[in-house]
């Protein structure tokens, strides 16, 4: 009699292969997942009996981790499509994810030794990284192939550190800057100048004068008009404020908050005033979605980057410029924020990968291509190029930031710990911007959170 | 012919465990290992790339007595979970008990509640935002018609967690509804016939007959709210990021925060246990007290 499959038999059948399945899968030894760069990878098209391809044709496989916006990703695609058609052997694997997602992947990547070979670096991250050892040092590549007088000085001595350092600003070099982002930036909004008849800012325009005045003049609040979004914005705006007040953030040590003190008391208790005293500020408003300068409905915008340019492009409705950053008593200083790329410490193609790294910031090719995003690039010469200032969508005023980049510019004191002090301090911060406790109070409250910060770096717990 | 191991292989047992296999696997290396590991993580300092070092009972310690935030994202979660919870299944038993009718077109009635549920949080999170802007957002607007003052929402230490409560509230109503629906549809409609020969009011049916035949499924939805509600982190995230001033940092929102932002790994599993223990003590209890209220048959 033929033996029929009954469905019990072959519900134990599909049971006993499936499990058979798994056991062999996890048996097995996992195959490589899209090419790490952790082993040169032969290209398939050699037959077997083929002698292996000589050494500076073997295919090259690199990952290229970073973040961005559609803009930033569609720049970041042109340059690596550029490099692939002129170096045929080599591939590489974009791994690009938003912000936010960047750094969890990268540590969870780091953590499994699976870091891309050229990354993307911030400022933010950079102290920490270099403390754990895992990027590239890239002095002896630097020096034998760079000119890195190309560069804004402040924004290549800011990715050097020495060993153990908390911040960074000597030492070995540890990522090349593709940008020089200016996070002291003023836009204002031409059309509400012309119908109140206010002369624009000016290069003499100082904080509690000229400022204040035009403010004053320019907020109507029965038109829902506002005369600035004050600089409450951490990272940037009332940070240099603080230095043209002839304060600073963090002692020279690095060790503690210094916001108590007098003169950058002083000038954060400006940025108080024109929101609780003098009424010319939108209201703080932290979940902020949509930037209010961009509904036409704001004068004076204190951002805490230029690389807003980009969204403010598509602005219709108002004519809209960069002026040059308000003066302190001590004068002018803008913060200067490069962001650029690093090599993986665990890299196993170093020279491959720092041919692209210069592809990438240093080449022309490179150069010219990055600075369409809109951040003042950080090699001078281009940033100087009537190319780059008569790029589409940029303002006239763009070349105004040339004379700020070129003076006073500083960096935020990047180093190690930086992402946590600067958060916590700003919301010790915005206890004041929101009315909650007084100026005095918010900024002890964001000394001791820094002081902690920095004293239990690599220590602390939480 | 069968040998011996082909009926060893094919008998009924065997097949069993064959089938669970892949289930136990999964749930062994995904679920149960990380739970394990961050216990033994909790008792550490790591922050992922460098190695970890032990500090016994430090995390726990530095939770208790040093971190005043710690404090603050638990009392928010508790807030949370105290408002939400009770309000949302008072509702959702109102709903379960409107939709509980034969009229036309019901069904779009009980689909329209339940929409929110499937839509994802980020989504619905977004959205709400946009509706809780103070100068551009609709509620305000709505408020103005009504010559009420607008409220600042999400922008104010005072009115942001309520109104991350009221999306969740709103989100979560379609899920209980949907369960306390097919609870009232069980209760036997000879207990209401009876109920109302013997005089029983509508309102005396509902609490009398209706309420204890569908305690046994509210005591499900309510342990399984309180646990959800804990849990909260979604709306948090994306509405509020935790503030302002940490008005919305519930605990699994500050444990993302020092695991992913500031790689404080042993600490963010040492409160993921706190968290886990407080969850199981409250579940533990409302087990204990359902003996006096839910009735079973």
């Not at chain 1, 961005?68 to 694997?93: C, F």
């Not at chain 2, 994202?73 to 008072?90: A, Q, R, W």
């Amino acid at each position: 009699m033929a033996k029929t499959w009954t469905r019990r038999a072959l519900l134990r059948f599909a049971g006993v292969a499936g499990g058979a399945a798994v056991l062999a899968a996890c048996g097995a030894t996992p195959t490589p997942q899209a090419p790490s760069g952790q082993t040169p990878s032969v290209v398939a098209t050699a037959s077997p009996t083929q002698e292996p391809a000589p050494a500076s044709q073997q295919a090259v496989s690199l990952t290229f981790g970073a973040w961005g916006d559609n803009v930033q990703t569609d720049i970041l695609n042109s340059i690596v499509s550029a490099y692939e058609a002129s170096h045929p052997n080599v591939t590489i694997s974009k791994q690009f994810a938003p912000w936010d997602g960047y750094w969890q992947k990268l540590q969870a990547q780091i953590a499994s030794n699976t870091a891309p070979d050229m990354m993307m670096m911030s400022v933010a991250y950079i102290g920490d990284f270099v403390a754990k050892g895992v990027v590239l040092n890239l002095d002896p590549f630097a020096e034998a192939k760079l000119d890195l007088s190309r560069y804004i000085p402040v924004d290549v001595s800011t990715w050097r550190f020495e060993p153990k350092a908390k911040v960074g600003g000597k030492g070995s070099l540890y990522a090349l800057p593709y940008d020089a982002s200016i996070n002291s930036t003023l836009f204002y909004n031409k059309s509400l100048f012309d119908k109140a008849g206010i002369a624009y800012p000016s290069d003499s325009w100082t904080w509690e004068k000229d400022v204040l005045e035009a403010a004053k003049a320019l907020t109507d609040t029965t038109a829902g008009q506002w005369g600035m979004i004050a600089p409450y914005t951490a990272d940037g705006t009332w940070t240099s404020m603080v230095w043209e007040y002839g304060g600073e953030t963090i002692d020279p040590t690095y060790s503690k908050g210094t916001l108590s003190e007098p003169s950058a008391l002083a000038a954060l208790k400006v940025v108080y005033d024109y929101i609780y005293k003098h009424s010319v500020s939108a209201p703080p408003n932290p979940s902020e979605m949509v930037n209010p300068f961009t509904t036409g409905k704001v004068a004076m915008f204190f951002s805490n980057c230029d690389c807003l340019i980009g969204t403010f492009k598509d602005i219709k409705g108002f004519e809209w410029d960069i002026a040059r950053w308000p003066k302190g008593p001590k004068g002018r200083t803008v913060e200067l924020e490069p962001d650029g790329y690093s090599l993986s410490s665990s890299t196993k193609h170093p020279e491959q990968a720092f041919d692209l790294l210069k592809f990438t910031v240093y080449d022309d090719d490179g150069v010219l291509r990055q600075s369409k995003y809109g951040t003042f690039p950080a090699r001078k010469d281009v940033g100087q190029s009537e190319e780059y200032l008569k790029s589409p969508g940029f303002p006239a005023g763009k070349k105004l930031q040339l004379m700020d980049v070129a003076e006073d510019a500083r960096s935020n004191y990047f180093g190690r710990g930086w992402m946590e002090w600067v958060q916590k301090s700003d919301q010790a911060l915005q206890q004041a911007w929101l009315g909650k406790k007084s100026v005095e109070e918010a900024a002890k409250d964001a000394d001791d959170a820094i002081t902690k910060v920095l004293q239990g770096l690599g220590e602390s717990l939480f | 012919m069968p040998t011996r191991l082909t009926e060893f292989l094919e008998s009924e047992p065997v097949a069993a465990y064959v089938l669970l296999l892949p289930t136990i696997v999964g749930l062994a290396f995904f679920t149960l290992g990380p739970v394990l590991a961050a216990l033994a993580i909790s008792f550490m300092r790591w922050d992922l790339t460098s190695p970890p070092e032990w500090v016994g009972l430090g995390n726990y310690h530095a939770m208790l007595s040093l971190d005043p935030l710690s404090r603050i994202s638990f009392v928010n979660t508790l807030y949370y979970v105290v408002v939400t919870v009770p309000v949302g299944i008072v509702l959702s038993l109102l709903l379960a008990v409107a939709m509980n009718q034969k009229i036309r077109g019901i069904v779009l009635y009980r689909t329209a509640y339940f929409l929110p549920v499937i839509s994802s949080t980020v989504a619905v999170s977004l959205l709400w935002e946009w509706l809780y802007h103070p100068e551009y957002g609709l509620l305000n607007y709505l408020l103005g018609l009504f010559t009420l003052p607008p409220s600042k929402w999400l922008s104010d230490p005072s009115t942001a967690m309520p109104a991350i409560m009221i999306v969740s509230i709103w989100r979560g109503l379609g899920f209980n509804m949907v369960i306390l629906l097919a609870g009232l549809q069980g209760v036997p409609q000879e207990l209401y016939d009876a109920a109302s020969i013997d005089g029983a009011g509508v309102r005396s049916r509902f609490l009398h007959v209706t309420l204890p035949m569908l305690s046994p499924i509210i005591f499900f939805v309510t342990v399984l709210s309180v646990i959800s509600s804990f849990q909260v982190f979604d709306q948090t995230y994306v509405m509020t990021k935790g503030g302002p001033l940490n008005a919305t940092t519930t605990v699994v929102f500050y444990i993302f925060r020092q695991a992913f932002e500031w790689f404080h790994m042993g600490y963010a599993s040492a409160l993921s246990y706190v968290l886990f223990a407080i969850i199981l003590a409250f579940t533990l209890l409302q087990f204990r007290i359902q003996r006096s209220w839910v009735y079973y048959e």
